[in-house]
């Protein structure tokens, strides 16, 4: 008696592979959290100060916060961030609590901060979570174009295409719409910044010339700023944006906003130094949502047969 052959899968290979590795990705980003956790059970706790910044010789536009505690043997420790943001992300002064062990503090110590502890692991478990869930549309679409045995209707055949088609138009629509949040969000954060910020006068001292990566001819030019605060103290900053042509050059003098807590968090008082990101943001993501939307209003969930008249 000869056996049957086994039935194809209705899942394509790609759509596999997605949710093989997005759930692989959610679970090794589980078990980072879980082992964090772990990790600092049995550590000591101490407070710590942000005394500096470290730029790591790599760039100017990268900020690690420098941060001191002392032990409870009484011993002065410091440390520097495990990452690094294009404008300092603490006050000078403000203060973080480490957990270290005791046998080696230095080494061991962990900031108890989100963007320290937790930022990594984050962006690895959203990315899970969004690549999870574009698996999921894909697994379902599949498998409701799966052929029945049994004869179906005109209607449910129409319904059902359109709860796809609705799984499909979702997509561009939460891409849109998370390219539209960060722009909203980052514009909200300019409108701090210039409410907040004081203003002075700065002086460009250097115009930095970079290699892109990946292009070894093609260079991208920002310009370094010094200025005083209120207070006296001289500060150099790099601009935030950097682009194949830069229109500053050394002895130009341009507006500027600090923080006057913590006057390394400095920016170039222009339009597309405030605005220039959030509008990169809108022009990505309102195509992606316009496109979803408008598919979803053509979507036709009723069933019903359009007959042609003449």
Same mark, same amino acid.
């Given at each position: 008696?000869?056996?049957?052959?086994?039935?194809?899968?209705?899942?394509?290979?790609?759509?596999?592979?997605?949710?093989?590795?997005?759930?692989?990705?959610?679970?090794?980003?589980?078990?980072?959290?879980?082992?964090?956790?772990?990790?600092?059970?049995?550590?000591?706790?101490?407070?710590?100060?942000?005394?500096? #910044?470290?730029?790591?010789?790599? =760039?100017?536009?990268?900020?690690?916060?420098?941060?001191?505690?002392?032990?409870?043997?009484? !011993?002065?420790?410091?440390?520097?961030?495990?990452?690094?943001?294009?404008?300092?992300? #603490?006050?000078?002064?403000?203060?973080?609590?480490?957990? #270290?062990?005791?046998?080696?503090?230095?080494?061991?110590?962990?900031?108890?901060?989100?963007?320290?502890?937790?930022?990594?692991?984050?962006?690895?478990?959203? %990315?899970?979570?969004?690549?999870?869930?574009?698996?999921?549309?894909?697994?379902?679409?599949?498998?409701?174009?799966?052929?029945?045995?049994?004869?179906?209707? #005109?209607?449910?055949?129409?319904?059902?295409?359109?709860?796809?088609?609705?799984?499909?138009?979702?997509?561009?629509?939460?891409?849109?719409?998370?390219?539209? %949040?960060?722009?909203?969000?980052?514009?909200?954060? !300019?409108?701090?910044?210039?409410?907040?910020?004081?203003?002075?006068?700065?002086?460009?001292?250097?115009?930095? !010339?970079?290699?892109?990566?990946?292009?070894?001819?093609?260079?991208?030019?920002?310009?370094?700023?010094?200025?005083?605060?209120?207070?006296?103290?001289?500060?150099?900053?790099?601009?935030?944006?950097?682009?194949?042509? =830069?229109?500053?050059?050394?002895?130009?003098?341009?507006?500027?906003?600090?923080?006057? =807590?913590?006057?390394?968090?400095?920016?170039?008082?222009?339009?597309?130094?405030?605005?220039?990101?959030?509008?990169? %943001?809108?022009?990505?993501? %309102?195509?992606?949502?316009?496109?979803?939307?408008?598919?979803?209003?053509?979507?036709?969930?009723?069933?019903?047969?359009?007959?042609?008249?003449?």
């Amino acid at each position: 008696m000869m056996n049957s052959p086994a039935a194809p899968s209705p899942h394509s290979r790609s759509t596999l592979v997605i949710l093989t590795l997005s759930l692989g990705a959610l679970l090794f980003s589980l078990c980072w959290l879980v082992s964090s956790l772990i990790a600092t059970h049995r550590m000591t706790v101490a407070e710590g100060t942000v005394v500096s #910044y470290d730029q790591g010789g790599r =760039n100017w536009r990268s900020y690690q916060p420098v941060i001191v505690f002392t032990t409870a043997r009484g !011993e002065r420790e410091q440390i520097t961030g495990q990452t690094s943001s294009t404008q300092p992300a #603490y006050d000078i002064g403000q203060t973080l609590r480490v957990f #270290y062990d005791p046998a080696s503090p230095a080494r061991s110590a962990i900031i108890d901060d989100f963007g320290q502890r937790w930022f990594p692991v984050g962006v690895v478990m959203l %990315l899970s979570v969004v690549f999870s869930a574009i698996g999921a549309m894909m697994f379902v679409l599949e498998r409701g174009n799966v052929k029945h045995v049994g004869p179906s209707s #005109y209607s449910q055949g129409r319904r059902k295409r359109g709860r796809q088609n609705l799984l499909i138009c979702l997509i561009p629509i939460v891409i849109g719409a998370g390219f539209l %949040l960060g722009a909203a969000a980052s514009a909200m954060r !300019e409108r701090q910044i210039i409410g907040s910020y004081t203003r002075t006068t700065g002086k460009v001292v250097e115009v930095q !010339e970079a290699e892109r990566p990946y292009q070894p001819r093609s260079h991208m030019y920002s310009a370094i700023v010094a200025f005083k605060t209120a207070t006296g103290k001289e500060v150099t900053f790099a601009q935030g944006s950097s682009s194949s042509h =830069n229109d500053l050059g050394s002895g130009d003098e341009v507006s500027v906003l600090y923080d006057a =807590n913590t006057p390394d968090r400095a920016m170039i008082d222009s339009f597309w130094e405030h605005w220039g990101l959030p509008a990169i %943001l809108v022009v990505i993501g %309102l195509p992606f949502f316009a496109v979803g939307v408008f598919f979803v209003s053509t979507v036709d969930f009723s069933g019903a047969r359009h007959s042609k008249r003449t």
